[in-house]
């Protein structure tokens, strides 16, 4: 009885403290609107969300003319802030030419855009060597291209496996490039892109597989890994809590496809940590602690005659349903 007792409140201890530290990660590190003093991380973050808000109100099918004042006016402000800060980045430069795109837009319709945006807008300019941003931002046509995507997507998805053997040699940093090259095309909150990969090996990698619950067995087989994690100066409220995973995971899946089209064998570690598991992690210093990890993925080319899980997948059935209008 007083067991039973005591392994429910040590239970219901650890549930709470686990999200107590949830909510102060978070609280300290996201990018409130009304920061005093907003760091880089929070600029790029609001730059980058509202130059997609203007192509996003650009890119749909009857455009609202004059959408977006406010947008405009926060925009403004922080390219503002983020060149008397920190300097003119590509963030910058983006930002400028979304300004520019909107001016352009609405003279496209011969609309007048009110003196106290339009003076804003004209604050921030663009060089010669600047202009290439202007092809950045903004839409484009779609191009639909004849090629077979479908099947070939196709034998990529069913194709992939998560090994669990590894042979000794590395992934280089060139295939690793080809791989981010191709993972960053997933998709993100308002373009925002918080994702940041850590790729690991030595020492450091044995540090982080001990706190991970999920590698034994094959540990020793284990040469390289990539911690995924979110920025969280990426976002700016309460109701943005939980968007760092669903993103996460998101660009999780297209690192794990890419890494199968070059050839390269994968297996993803969950990280379903404590907090004082969160806190010997931090200790290591590996990545930012405004960062939340999201997962581990191990990875490096499959032994000679390796053997996979054939993990089974429920019906189709299962895991979707169409709603017809009757």
């Not at 409140?9 to 999200?19: A, D, G, I, K």
């Not at 040469?223 to 669903?246: C, K, P, V, W």
């Amino acid at each position: 009885m007083y067991k039973k007792v005591a392994r429910y409140v040590y239970e219901s201890f650890r549930l709470e403290s686990n999200f107590i530290y949830d909510y102060f990660k978070y609280k300290r590190n996201y990018s409130k609107e009304n920061n005093l003093k907003k760091t880089e991380k929070n600029l790029t973050a609001w730059i980058l969300q509202d130059k997609h808000r203007i192509e996003k109100g650009l890119s749909l099918p009857n455009p609202r003319l004059l959408f977006g004042l406010d947008v405009i006016k926060r925009l403004s402000l922080n390219l503002s802030l983020i060149s008397e800060e920190y300097g003119k980045s590509e963030v910058y430069f983006l930002g400028v030419a979304s300004l520019v795109a909107y001016k352009r837009f609405h003279e496209s319709k011969d609309v007048i855009i009110p003196n106290e945006i339009l003076n804003l807008i004209n604050e921030f300019k663009l060089g010669k060597d600047e202009s290439i941003y202007l092809d950045k931002v903004g839409v484009s046509d779609l191009i639909i291209q004849n090629k077979n995507f479908e099947q070939n997507f196709y034998d990529l998805a069913q194709s992939r496996k998560s090994v669990r053997n590894f042979n000794l040699e590395y992934v280089d940093n060139n295939t690793l490039a080809k791989a981010m090259k191709l993972a960053i095309t997933a998709p993100s909150v308002c373009n925002r892109q918080h994702w940041r990969v850590d790729f690991i090996e030595g020492s450091q990698k044995d540090a982080v597989l001990n706190l991970q619950n999920g590698n034994a067995g094959f540990r020793e087989t284990i040469h390289q890994i990539a911690i995924i994690s979110s920025d969280l100066s990426a976002f700016y409220n309460g109701d943005e809590r939980n968007q760092m995973y669903t993103d996460g995971g998101i660009f999780t899946m297209n690192l794990l496809y890419a890494f199968h089209s070059l050839g390269v064998s994968t297996c993803t570690l969950n990280w379903s940590a404590s907090a004082l598991t969160e806190y010997k992690f931090n200790k290591l210093k590996i990545i930012p602690t405004s960062n939340q990890v999201i997962v581990l993925v191990a990875l490096g080319y499959a032994e000679e005659f390796v053997k996979v899980a054939k993990s089974p997948k429920l019906p189709l059935s299962t895991f979707y349903k169409v709603h017809y209008e009757k």
